[in-house]
C-alpha cells in the first residue's frame, strides 16, 4: 500500500517511523511519503490560509496550495505505478471512523491525506478531487483538535495493523472489538499474563483451569459486562440472533430484558444518573 501525507507540519508525522507502522515501512508493505504543503507556495511568507468569505473567525486553507500539492502527489504516484487513489480527509465534519471502514480502506492500494488545519480546506478542493477519485471524508471523533495530523496517525495505525504480514499472528486483528462480521460488536473483555498473582491481586481461577468452553464463556460474560458498562449503545443496537441462551443469562443479570421484538434494553432502575 502506498500513504501519501500533505500537511504543514511534517514533524507530526514522525511516529510513522515506529511501533507496527515503522515495522511494515521497514518491510516494504506500507509505502510513506510525507509532503510539506509550504513548499507549493510561490510567496515569501510560504502563506497556506486566506480570510474566509462571509467572515467569521478563524482562517481557511487556500485552494492553489493543496491544488498544485495534490496534482504533484497525484501525478508522481501514477509515474510510480500506483493506482486507484483515495482522498482521505479528517475533518469532525466527516463520517465516524469505524473498524468497517479501516478494513474497507486497508483494501484499497493508495490513500492520499490532507489533515487540515485552521477553519479547514476551502470546499472546492474536495469538490475537485471528487470528479477524479473516491473522497472519502473522516471524523475520528466528537471533538475538534488543531490540526488532522492526529487523525492522520490514528487511521493509518488502524489501516497497517490489517495488511497481510503486518501482525506476528494473521488472526489477531478477527476478534477485535467492532471487527466486522461479528455476530454482535462487543468491547474485549480483560486480559492477563504472568505472574499469576502481583501485589496481592490473583488472575481469575477460569483462566488456569485449561477448559477452553468455560475460558470462552467467561470471556464472552466479560466482554458483555464491559460493554454494558462503557457502550450500552452497542448493545442496544444488536438483532436478538447475536446472543445465545446464556448470554440472554448474563444480560438479564446486568439489568437488560428483551423487547418483543428480540433486542435488549436496560431496566429504568439499572441505569446510572
Given at each position: ?230 457502550r450500552p449503545d452497542l448493545i442496544e443496537r444488536c438483532e436478538a440472533s447475536a446472543f445465545d441462551k446464556k448470554d440472554r443469562e448474563m444480560l438479564s443479570i446486568l439489568g437488560w430484558s428483551p423487547e418483543p421484538g428480540g433486542r435488549f434494553w436496560r431496566r429504568p432502575e439499572t441505569v446510572e444518573e
Amino acid at each position: 500500500m502506498r500513504l501519501d501525507v500533505v500537511t504543514i507540519f511534517p514533524e507530526y508525522l514522525a511516529p510513522l517511523d515506529v511501533s507496527l507502522v515503522g515495522k511494515a515501512r521497514t518491510a516494504g508493505r506500507l509505502d510513506v511519503r510525507v509532503h510539506d504543503l509550504r513548499s507549493w507556495t510561490y510567496d515569501r511568507h510560504n502563506t497556506v490560509d486566506d480570510t474566509p468569505y462571509g467572515g467569521g473567525p478563524g482562517m481557511v486553507m487556500k485552494t492553489e496550495p493543496w491544488g498544485d500539492a495534490l496534482d504533484q502527489v497525484l501525478a508522481d504516484g501514477y509515474e510510480a505505478g500506483a493506482h486507484s487513489p483515495v482522498l482521505v480527509v479528517p475533518t469532525p465534519s466527516g463520517r465516524p471512523f469505524t473498524q468497517e471502514l479501516a478494513v474497507e480502506l486497508s483494501e484499497r492500494p493508495w490513500l492520499v491525506f490532507t489533515p487540515a488545519r485552521y477553519e479547514g480546506i476551502d470546499r472546492r478542493v474536495t469538490e475537485e478531487y471528487a470528479t477524479r477519485m473516491r473522497v472519502v471524508e473522516v471524523s475520528i471523533g466528537d471533538y475538534v483538535l488543531a490540526g488532522g495530523e492526529a487523525a492522520v496517525l490514528v487511521i493509518t495505525e488502524a489501516v497497517a495493523r490489517l495488511l497481510p504480514g503486518v501482525l506476528g499472528n494473521a488472526a489477531s486483528h478477527q476478534d477485535d472489538s467492532f471487527a466486522p462480521g461479528a455476530m454482535a460488536n462487543l468491547l474485549e473483555g480483560p486480559v492477563y499474563t504472568k505472574p499469576p498473582e502481583w501485589r496481592g491481586r490473583s488472575i481469575p481461577d477460569v483462566l488456569l483451569s485449561g477448559h477452553h468452553g468455560r475460558i470462552a464463556r467467561w470471556r464472552r460474560d466479560e466482554a458483555l459486562r464491559r460493554t454494558a458498562a462503557h457502550r450500552p449503545d452497542l448493545i442496544e443496537r444488536c438483532e436478538a440472533s447475536a446472543f445465545d441462551k446464556k448470554d440472554r443469562e448474563m444480560l438479564s443479570i446486568l439489568g437488560w430484558s428483551p423487547e418483543p421484538g428480540g433486542r435488549f434494553w436496560r431496566r429504568p432502575e439499572t441505569v446510572e444518573e
